[in-house]
């Protein structure tokens, strides 16, 4: 820092939609944080030197090399917005907190893989490390579970933590086009990467409610325990039947804690009309926060985008400069531990079950006797007139009742002779 303390001399690594937006809007407004002093960024980091970039770089010192960038004494506070859980912005950020640098990261795969590690080299340094851009982009979700509900026994978060599959899932219902074609169009938009992978494969999902399970349960972020499932097995087909049965389908990421043991998850699943998962829709994020003290909290907003992302690592910035410390995931990383996992064959659920069976009598008879046979009990039920290749679309719903008997008896009605194709199972979300 410069003398008089008052001027922060700021490093950002990458600058691309989010550094893009952290320069704009600390070019515009170097003062937004008055208590802490001015931030000025000194130095900067990319791939590409020759690229134009949103304001007049010409003044920051270029470092191809974003340890280097770093490890710089001439800057105060290292931005590190490249992105990836390895590589160059791992290697920068563990160099810049092993010299007593605070670090402010937007990135949720680094903070997810390596989190307690991280937190461990920050406090064991006195300097924070924070990401509250990491998850839902410009809607404060990690202070709020940091700072706010720092006394609160958590029990779940669960939400929409994935605009690109959100807006993916809201078209295809809107318009009723297919799964690929409204992916397409999204790449064409700049809404998903050219690489879709992380978006619908649920891995990005997965690694921002794993950083909430952490926060919210004191317990060491754990992405390899996250159970992924994506959106990329959900075709028009599902989201009109659901319709149909007064659902819509989204990724809902979740994370609960029973007891000492803990279970993060990611997949499709079913939420009613009128429900605030169902209602968000486009490109918006959405969580639920459940605690004993505090009954549930709702947050909705941007998750993405230039703007809303910048002003969340802007604000990580701020509570750098006004010296605000706190443990990185409200435990201090000495304590911070992989909590065990919830035994999936307890967990119980609702399901969407949907069968494609000839049109034949007695069909549905035997798939209501293997169900209750079973000891699974329907709650809704629709079948559809006969396609033109004289198949008969089916869709139930169950009550609740343990995953592993509703798996063991779709295994019985996949043999019936008069299935047509394997049954599909969505669950319908805990709310
Ligand atoms: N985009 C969002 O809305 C959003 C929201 C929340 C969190 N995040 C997170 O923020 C981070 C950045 O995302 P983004 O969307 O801004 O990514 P991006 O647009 O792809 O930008 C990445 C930047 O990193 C630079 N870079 C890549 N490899 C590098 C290397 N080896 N050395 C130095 N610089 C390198 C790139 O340089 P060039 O410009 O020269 O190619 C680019 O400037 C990620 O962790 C992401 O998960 C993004």
């Known amino acids: 820092?410069?003398?008089?303390?008052?001027?922060?001399?700021?490093?950002?690594?990458?600058?691309?939609?989010?550094?893009?937006?952290?320069?704009?809007?600390?070019?515009?407004?170097?003062?937004?944080?008055?208590?802490?002093?001015?931030?000025?960024?000194?130095?900067?980091?990319?791939?590409?030197?020759?690229?134009?970039?949103?304001?007049?770089?010409?003044?920051?010192?270029?470092?191809?090399?974003?340890v280097a960038l770093a490890k710089s004494p001439d800057n105060d506070l290292f931005v590190e917005l490249i992105g990836g859980s390895d590589g160059p912005a791992k290697a920068a950020v563990e160099a810049a907190l092993a010299m007593g640098k605070p670090v402010v990261t937007a990135n949720k795969a680094l903070i997810a893989s390596h989190g307690a590690h991280l937190a461990a080299l920050a406090e064991t340094k006195g300097v924070p490390l924070l990401f509250e851009a990491a998850v839902m982009g410009g809607t404060p979700a990690v202070k709020m579970l940091r700072e706010a509900l720092v006394g609160e026994d958590v029990i779940s978060v669960a939400g929409i933590l994935n605009g690109t599959c959100?807006?993916?899932?809201?078209?295809?219902?809107?318009?009723?086009?297919?799964?690929?074609?409204?992916?397409?169009?999204?790449?064409?938009?700049?809404?998903?990467?050219?690489?879709p992978t992380t978006d619908i494969g649920g891995f990005d999902a997965a690694h921002k409610i794993t950083i909430l399970a952490a926060l919210a349960f004191g317990c060491a972020p754990d992405f390899a325990s996250a159970e992924i499932e994506g959106v990329d097995q959900v075709d028009l087909d599902d989201i009109k039947l659901a319709h149909d049965l007064g659902y819509r389908i989204r990724l809902v990421a979740s994370a609960v804690r029973e007891g000492e043991a803990v279970a993060v998850r990611v997949h499709p699943?079913?939420?009613?009309?009128?429900?605030?998962?169902?209602?968000?829709?486009?490109?918006?994020?959405?969580l639920f926060i459940e605690g004993r003290r505090i009954g549930r909290i709702f947050l909705q907003g941007p998750g993405a985008g230039a703007g809303p992302t910048a002003a969340a690592v802007a604000a990580d910035i701020a509570d750098v400069m006004t010296a605000v410390r706190r443990p990185?995931?409200?435990?201090?990383a000495s304590g911070l531990k992989f909590a065990p996992v919830i035994d999936p064959a307890n967990r119980i659920s609702r399901v969407f079950i949907r069968l494609r069976v000839k049109d034949?009598?007695?069909?549905?008879?035997?798939?209501?006797?293997?169900?209750?046979?079973?000891?699974?009990?329907i709650d809704g039920f629709l079948q559809k007139s006969a396609q033109a290749d004289g198949s008969?679309?089916?869709?139930?719903?169950?009550?609740?009742?343990a995953e592993s008997i509703v798996f063991e008896a779709l295994e019985r009605i996949a043999r019936l002779p008069s299935m047509l194709q394997a049954p599909k199972?969505?669950?319908i979300a805990r709310l």
């Open 166 to 195: 959100n807006y993916i899932l809201t078209e295809m219902e809107t318009k009723g086009s297919a799964f690929g074609d409204v992916l397409a169009e999204a790449q064409r938009l700049g809404y998903a990467e050219a690489d």
């Open 1 to 66: 820092m410069s003398e008089d303390r008052k001027t922060w001399r700021i490093g950002v690594a990458g600058l691309g939609t989010v550094g893009g937006g952290l320069l704009s809007f600390l070019d515009a407004e170097p003062d937004f944080a008055p208590a802490g002093g001015r931030a000025v960024v000194t130095g900067i980091s990319a791939r590409s030197r020759a690229r134009n970039r949103p304001v007049d770089v010409s003044a920051m010192q270029w470092f191809d090399d974003p």
């Open 328 to 332: 990185v995931f409200q435990s201090p």
């Open 360 to 377: 034949q009598p007695g069909v549905i008879a035997a798939v209501s006797e293997t169900l209750a046979g079973a000891g699974v009990s």
């Open 392 to 401: 008969v679309p089916i869709v139930l719903t169950t009550h609740a009742t």
């Open 425 to 427: 199972l969505l669950r």
């Open 269 to 286: 699943a079913l939420a009613p009309f009128g429900h605030p998962l169902a209602e968000t829709r486009g490109s918006l994020n959405a």
